[in-house]
């Protein structure tokens, strides 16, 4: 089966500063990648999400990168805020079978 | 839209007794809900994926005799945690997927229940 691995566990960054969330994946046939924050006690939310057939993706100050070679996706979050101190998820899935698998999440921390 | 709602959002209960958990997709129609359990400073974990009118399918490693789920509509489906043990305690969120082009492979997740068993 498909396997997730995010680095770092623990990010902490000023405010102002960008952060960057890397991810790998085993499975050459997943297809599509999402990102969530989840605050803490709330739901996963989704923020940003690319196809395979992208290499990048950028809404705002939030951008998602793919290299489908070597198997990683990257979230980047410029200008960092304080509002933006939660836990990243990402995850990834075959399409057909849609069951994402996630990593096991990027704790950011921004410092004001 | 696709607004997944789930109740109660926290429950405490004791030792043995059985909770029950609903998940409810309020604007659209699921047909396939994920129940998903979610430790502390942990990821994500499925347990299972549940298909309207059809047995739930159990990720390895979870006991389908102690956590049932029953899909018995498009916009419901239910986790019962039965004799409850303080192991048991956990954040449970569920999701549901849409099937509209706008939406392709984007699950929605519901708030979560945290369960406490003393």
């Known amino acids: 089966g498909e396997n997730v691995e995010q680095h770092p566990s623990t990010l902490s960054v000023q405010e102002g500063d960008s952060a960057v969330i890397k991810c790998t994946y085993s499975?050459?046939?997943?297809?599509?990648f999402p990102w969530y924050k989840q605050e803490l006690g709330k739901r996963p939310q989704l923020i940003i999400d690319?196809?395979?057939?992208?290499g990048e993706k950028k809404d705002q100050r939030i951008a998602v990168t793919l290299n489908k070679t070597a198997k990683h996706f990257s979230l980047h979050i410029t200008e960092t805020q304080p509002e933006d101190s939660a836990v990243y998820f990402c995850?990834?899935?075959?399409?057909?079978?849609?069951?994402?698998?996630f990593g096991r999440g990027t704790s950011l921390i921004v410092h004001p | 839209g696709a607004v997944v709602s789930q109740h109660p959002s926290w429950v405490i209960c004791k030792s043995g007794t059985s909770v029950k958990i609903e998940c409810r997709s309020l604007?659209?129609?699921?047909?396939?809900m994920f129940w998903y359990r979610q430790f502390p400073k942990q990821s994500l974990m499925l347990m299972a994926t549940?298909?309207?009118?059809?047995?739930?399918?159990?990720e390895q490693g979870v006991e389908k005799d102690k956590f049932l789920i029953n899909h018995a509509s498009l916009t419901l489906s239910t986790l019962t945690v039965t004799s409850a043990h303080p192991e048991d305690s956990s954040f449970y969120i569920c999701?549901?997927?849409?099937?509209?082009?706008?939406?392709?492979?984007?699950?929605?997740f519901g708030p979560g229940t945290r369960l406490t068993v003393l």
């Open positions: 999701s549901a997927k849409t099937t509209t082009s706008g939406s392709w492979n984007e699950q929605f």
């Open positions: 499975d050459s046939a997943s297809n599509y």
């Open positions: 690319i196809r395979s057939n992208v």
């Open positions: 995850a990834a899935s075959l399409g057909g079978s849609y069951i994402p698998t």
């Open positions: 604007d659209f129609q699921a047909t396939t």
């Open positions: 549940s298909n309207e009118g059809s047995k739930a399918t159990y």
